[in-house]
Antibody, heavy 127, light 106 residues
Framework: EVQLVESGGGLVQSGRSLRLSCTAS????????VSWVRQAPGKGLEWVGF??????????EYAASAAGRFTISRDDSRSIAYLQMNSLKTEDTAVYYC??????????????????WGQGALVTVSS | SYDLTQPPSVSVSPGQTASITCSGD??????VCWYQQKPGQSPVLVIY???KRPSGIPDRFSGSNSGNTATLTISGTQAMDEADYYC?????????FGTGTKVTVL
């Protein structure tokens, strides 16, 4: 059974840092990309960033709201992905989910989506 | 940036059909998927590649995508289908989510 478990959430002051972990099991972690998606209280889903598998080039991309402050990395030997969040703002308060990414090209059209999600980690940034 | 617009809410009677739209420029040229999120839970994939259902998703869920609009249809809606639904596509190296639709089963 595919499982993704986030950890490391909590209460942090504005301007400080926090690192989330996503521990995977039930599949070959190294074969898949991972994304982070967040959801502010009462709001919709917002993609934060992704890291592709090393076999797919290990590419990393971020949403504009995360670029320059957040860093995604992975440790395939431990089946863990990380989200390092620096210079946190109150607007970063959200539940953060990690996902397993499906990335295919059908003829010439990208087929990119999230087939499994973790249970989420709550990050609260206080002023 | 690319935007995906959904109606904020849809109401449906038990046993009837609910249709949720997702609109974006030339959306029919992209693949769309749909996620269901119940209160306090993580999102669950219900439709991928416009029309396909993951294993374990009931066949009352179906999808279509053409022109500027993708549609998630729930046939014979049940009380357990009450949830928020989000469409998602890929554009310019980013994942884009729709604004979300709350489905209420009255």
């Amino acid at each position: 059974e595919v499982q993704l478990v986030e950890s490391g959430g909590g209460l942090v002051q504005s301007g400080r840092s926090l690192r989330l972990s996503c521990t995977a099991s039930g599949f070959t972690f190294a074969d898949y990309g991972v994304s982070w998606v967040r959801q502010a209280p009462g709001k919709g889903l917002e993609w934060v960033g992704f890291i592709r598998s090393k076999a797919s080039g290990g590419r990393i991309e971020y949403a504009a709201s995360a670029a320059g402050r957040f860093t995604i990395s992975r440790d395939d030997s431990r089946s863990i992905a990380y989200l390092q969040m620096n210079s946190l703002k109150t607007e970063d308060t959200a539940v953060y989910y990690c996902t397993r990414d499906v990335t295919l090209i059908i003829v010439v059209t990208p087929l990119y989506y999230f087939d499994h999600w973790g249970q989420g980690a709550l990050v609260t940034v206080s002023s | 940036s690319y935007d995906l617009t959904q109606p904020p809410s849809v109401s449906v009677s038990p046993g009837q059909t609910a249709s949720i739209t997702c609109s974006g420029d030339n959306l029919g040229e992209k693949y769309v998927c749909w996620y269901q999120q119940k209160p306090g839970q993580s999102p669950v994939l219900v439709i991928y590649q416009d029309t396909k259902r993951p294993s374990g998703i009931p066949d009352r869920f179906s999808g279509s995508n053409s022109g500027n609009t993708a549609t998630l249809t729930i046939s014979g809606t049940q009380a357990m289908d009450e949830a928020d639904y989000y469409c998602q596509a890929w554009d310019s190296s980013t994942y884009v989510f729709g604004t979300g639709t709350k489905v209420t089963v009255l």
